[in-house]
């Protein structure tokens, strides 16, 4: 008897049973998937001991999220299915190979970065993304294979498993867990408090899940922010001056005190610059009392003799704001500063400030000053020079390439060699050179490289580290071979720069542009430290200085003392998101101001005594450390604050009211033709 139809609740019914053998498969897969990712991947990548517990809680984690989205996709799945069985299977199939495929790609991109992958995969072009994957060997051929491996062992363990009939009882228990993971949410993502150990056991597909969909929604907030209104007075979230203008509602009296020139001598003179920006140089590698040890002795000791802030922040997770902050005070928003290309709002920095009173400016960077959009940036500065990969010159050399044949561009000893080369020739006006280095940047590789990491196996052998900590850090020692390298240049400089006659009326500015993401992270505050030093041949006393500042607040304090040293008057009405410098000895926090992620995601803002990141809120101790805490008003105070800042920087940014026209001091034609 053919062509007997089948009633569309029986079809339903049969539809179901097949569904959960579906889903079941998959979920084997991504079982099998957190298992690879624990054996074989973390091994790979080095992961560091005695966090496989954690990793294999993942488990649970991976089963919500497969749940989850099986609870999404079933209601889709019967109704296809009454159209026919073959177009519902192949929609599974379909759904399922994509997130197989996604999740082992973000494990992988995981335990080379050591950061789970958010809405910052947003905020940077195709170009850009090539560009660091090539740089990390990430697209090498073995890593491509188990991209293949896994597609074809869902298929193949669909395939057997779609023909078994399970006792009714298990469709029984199926359904109602299918409906609890339907009405709940959060659970593939573990708790953001517990630093590595709930980054390892997360659902990584999931965590991006939940992170796109926070990104959709703040830029609907964003947009509305963007037409707003903002009334004069709300700026006050950040330093508590007096506003000005209901236009431009970051503006505000100028009231930065000078806290730096008593450090210095009584000398008047325009003094030259020099910024030096070091790619990832954190705390938890470099400086006194640093948490795995100081693998930066040259550094330790310059430090000794100036001003060392033990506890500074950077602004930013990426290098995507170290030159919008630390040059300018500038207003954090979505992709960054410098990402809004042409569309820049006016502003000023401490370049333009400079360049309005006869100083010469220069930018160094081994790499292609395009990445980040820093040379749109700086052009807006009006720089006189800027040195990328692309206009080295033949006699210098750049970094190994990886196995591939990349290479990043040129290397630290070459980019500070350039430094000085320019300062020759540039001595006859004051200067500002800005220098940002490269080489501790994955892949990692360095000249002369087996020597370094003979120097990074020595110091850890015979430092006073515990043998756990000892054992932890030994798994990084390619990394450090790079800070030691860095280290090494940073020395050479030195002895070269001191030659020059302009020598003693230089200030020396080093920091990092955030901490290496490579090496695991104990806590979310631990991606913001960085050391900061001031060094001059000037200083007349040293100090190291406990209290908490950022890189907001360093061209406030260096405007003041430039004011008090060359007689550069500094700005009435400003725009800046620091307060300055805090120069107390002992441990504080006087500031109230946010910190991102990366270019699509801002959670944490650090606001006196506390600080809240990822939907957490944490005291902070002497040493930047974090407790948490269970307190929902002050957690929803501050989050209040991070809104405020997040929504009139988006008004700001969006309709060029961070500083009006009157203010600029240089290239006024050009910011000033946002505004016809």
Same mark, same amino acid.
């Given at each position: 008897?053919?062509?007997?139809?089948?009633?569309?609740?029986?079809?339903?019914?049969?539809?179901?049973?097949?569904?959960?053998?579906?889903?079941?498969? #998959?979920?084997?897969?991504?079982?099998?998937?957190?298992?690879?990712?624990?054996?074989?991947?973390?091994?790979?990548?080095?992961?560091?001991?005695?966090?496989?517990?954690?990793?294999?809680?993942?488990?649970?984690?991976?089963?919500?999220?497969?749940?989850?989205?099986?609870?999404?996709?079933?209601?889709?799945?019967?109704?296809?299915?009454?159209?026919?069985?073959?177009?519902?299977?192949?929609?599974?199939?379909?759904?399922?190979?994509?997130?197989?495929?996604?999740?082992?790609?973000?494990?992988?991109?995981?335990?080379?970065?050591?950061?789970?992958?958010?809405?910052?995969?947003?905020?940077?072009?195709?170009?850009?993304?090539?560009?660091?994957?090539?740089?990390?060997?990430?697209?090498?051929?073995?890593?491509?294979?188990?991209?293949?491996?896994?597609?074809?062992?869902?298929?193949?363990?669909?395939?057997?498993?779609?023909?078994?009939?399970?006792?009714?009882?298990?469709?029984?228990?199926?359904?109602?867990?299918?409906?609890?993971?339907?009405?709940?949410?959060?659970?593939?993502?573990?708790?953001?408090?517990?630093?590595?150990?709930?980054?390892?056991?997360?659902?990584?597909?999931?965590?991006?899940?939940?992170?796109?969909?926070?990104?959709?929604?703040?830029?609907?907030?964003?947009?509305?922010?963007?037409?707003?209104?903002?009334?004069?007075?709300?700026?006050?979230?950040?330093?508590?001056?007096?506003?000005?203008?209901?236009?431009?509602?970051?503006?505000?009296?100028?009231?930065?005190?000078?806290?730096?020139?008593?450090?210095?001598?009584?000398?008047?003179?325009?003094?030259?610059?020099?910024?030096? #920006?070091?790619?990832?140089?954190?705390?938890?590698?470099?400086?006194?009392?640093?948490?795995?040890?100081?693998?930066?002795?040259? #550094?330790?000791?310059?430090?000794?003799?100036?001003?060392?802030?033990?506890?500074?922040?950077?602004?930013?997770?990426?290098?995507?704001?170290?030159?919008?902050?630390?040059?300018?005070?500038?207003?954090?928003?979505?992709?960054?500063?410098?990402?809004?290309?042409?569309?820049?709002?006016?502003?000023?920095?401490?370049?333009?400030?400079?360049?309005?009173?006869?100083?010469?400016?220069?930018?160094?960077?081994?790499?292609?000053?395009?990445?980040?959009?820093?040379?749109?940036?700086?052009?807006?500065?009006?720089?006189?020079?800027?040195?990328?990969?692309?206009?080295?010159?033949?006699?210098?050399?750049?970094?190994?390439?990886?196995?591939?044949?990349?290479?990043?561009?040129?290397?630290?000893?070459?980019?500070?060699?350039?430094?000085?080369?320019?300062?020759?020739?540039?001595?006859?006006?004051?200067?500002?050179?800005?220098?940002?280095?490269?080489?501790?940047?994955?892949?990692?590789?360095?000249?002369?490289?087996?020597?370094?990491?003979?120097?990074?196996?020595?110091?850890?052998?015979?430092?006073?580290?515990?043998?756990?900590?000892?054992?932890?850090?030994?798994?990084?020692?390619?990394?450090?071979?790079?800070?030691?390298?860095?280290?090494?240049?940073?020395?050479?400089?030195?002895?070269?720069?001191?030659? #020059?006659?302009?020598?003693?009326?230089?200030?020396?500015?080093?920091?990092?542009?955030?901490?290496?993401?490579?090496?695991?992270?104990?806590?979310?505050?631990?991606?913001?430290?960085?050391?900061?030093?001031?060094?001059?041949?000037?200083?007349?006393?040293?100090?190291?200085?406990?209290?908490?500042?950022?890189?907001?607040?360093?061209?406030?304090?260096?405007?003041?003392?430039?004011?008090?040293?060359?007689?550069?008057?500094?700005?009435?009405?400003?725009?800046?998101?620091?307060?300055?410098?805090?120069?107390?000895?002992?441990?504080?926090?006087?500031?109230?101001?946010?910190?991102?992620?990366?270019?699509?995601?801002?959670?944490?803002?650090?606001?006196?005594?506390?600080?809240?990141?990822?939907?957490?809120?944490?005291?902070?101790?002497?040493?930047?450390?974090?407790?948490?805490?269970?307190?929902?008003?002050?957690?929803?105070?501050?989050?209040?604050?991070?809104?405020?800042?997040?929504?009139?920087?988006?008004?700001?940014?969006?309709?060029?009211?961070?500083?009006?026209?009157?203010?600029?001091?240089?290239?006024?034609?050009?910011?000033?033709?946002?505004?016809?």
């Amino acid at each position: 008897m053919a062509g007997k139809k089948i009633p569309n609740i029986d079809r339903l019914i049969i539809a179901s049973y097949r569904y959960l053998n579906n889903v079941l498969a #998959l979920l084997i897969v991504f079982w099998l998937i957190r298992l690879f990712d624990v054996f074989v991947i973390a091994r790979a990548f080095h992961f560091p001991s005695g966090y496989t517990g954690s990793h294999l809680l993942g488990l649970l984690y991976d089963s919500y999220f497969v749940l989850k989205v099986a609870a999404i996709f079933f209601l889709p799945y019967l109704l296809l299915s009454l159209l026919r069985k073959q177009i519902a299977q192949g929609f599974f199939i379909t759904v399922a190979l994509v997130l197989v495929v996604a999740n082992l790609l973000l494990a992988v991109y995981f335990a080379s970065t050591k950061v789970m992958l958010g809405s910052d995969l947003f905020g940077y072009s195709i170009a850009e993304i090539k560009e660091t994957l090539q740089s990390s060997g990430s697209m090498s051929v073995v890593n491509v294979i188990p991209v293949v491996v896994f597609p074809i062992l869902f298929l193949v363990i669909r395939h057997y498993l779609v023909k078994v009939r399970f006792p009714n009882i298990c469709y029984y228990f199926f359904y109602p867990i299918l409906g609890v993971a339907f009405l709940t949410n959060g659970y593939s993502v573990a708790n953001a408090s517990s630093g590595l150990s709930s980054s390892l056991a997360s659902n990584k597909l999931g965590y991006l899940s939940i992170k796109t969909y926070d990104y959709i929604v703040d830029l609907g907030v964003m947009e509305n922010a963007k037409k707003g209104v903002i009334e004069v007075g709300t700026g006050d979230v950040l330093v508590g001056d007096a506003y000005v203008s209901k236009d431009y509602p970051l503006l505000r009296k100028n009231s930065t005190r000078d806290v730096l020139s008593p450090f210095f001598d009584t000398t008047k003179v325009k003094p030259n610059i020099v910024f030096i #920006l070091v790619e990832s140089l954190g705390r938890a590698y470099s400086g006194d009392r640093a948490d795995y040890g100081s693998f930066t002795p040259f #550094l330790d000791s310059l430090s000794k003799e100036g001003l060392y802030f033990e506890n500074f922040l950077s602004t930013t997770g990426r290098t995507f704001g170290v030159l919008p902050s630390l040059l300018g005070s500038l207003p954090l928003v979505n992709r960054g500063f410098m990402e809004l290309g042409s569309s820049m709002p006016a502003h000023t920095t401490l370049l333009t400030h400079l360049h309005n009173n006869g100083y010469k400016s220069f930018f160094v960077y081994g790499g292609d000053a395009s990445f980040d959009n820093m040379k749109q940036f700086l052009q807006r500065q009006e720089v006189d020079g800027i040195v990328d990969s692309h206009s080295f010159g033949s006699q210098y050399e750049k970094l190994p390439p990886n196995s591939q044949g990349y290479s990043w561009g040129y290397g630290d000893s070459e980019i500070f060699r350039k430094v000085v080369e320019l300062q020759k020739v540039n001595d006859k006006a004051p200067t500002v050179s800005i220098a940002l280095t490269l080489a501790m940047h994955d892949p990692f590789r360095v000249k002369d490289q087996d020597r370094y990491i003979r120097k990074v196996n020595r110091f850890i052998r015979i430092s006073a580290l515990p043998i756990a900590k000892q054992s932890f850090i030994s798994q990084y020692v390619k990394q450090l071979s790079t800070v030691m390298y860095f280290d090494d240049a940073l020395k050479s400089f030195f002895m070269e720069y001191a030659k #020059l006659p302009t020598y003693r009326n230089t200030i020396f500015i080093i920091t990092g542009d955030h901490r290496m993401p490579e090496i695991p992270m104990a806590t979310s505050i631990d991606r913001f430290r960085v050391p900061l030093l001031i060094y001059s041949p000037m200083l007349k006393r040293s100090a190291s200085i406990a209290s908490v500042s950022t890189h907001f607040d360093v061209t406030p304090s260096l405007v003041e003392l430039l004011n008090t040293k060359a007689g550069i008057a500094p700005p009435k009405l400003v725009s800046w998101i620091g307060a300055g410098i805090d120069t107390m000895k002992t441990f504080r926090n006087t500031h109230s101001v946010p910190l991102m992620e990366n270019k699509n995601e801002q959670t944490s803002f650090l606001d006196g005594d506390y600080f809240i990141a990822q939907g957490k809120l944490f005291a902070l101790t002497p040493r930047l450390g974090l407790i948490d805490q269970s307190n929902a008003d002050l957690y929803n105070k501050i989050a209040g604050k991070l809104d405020k800042f997040k929504q009139i920087s988006a008004f700001v940014c969006s309709n060029n009211r961070v500083s009006p026209d009157s203010l600029l001091v240089v290239g006024a034609s050009k910011q000033k033709s946002r505004n016809k």
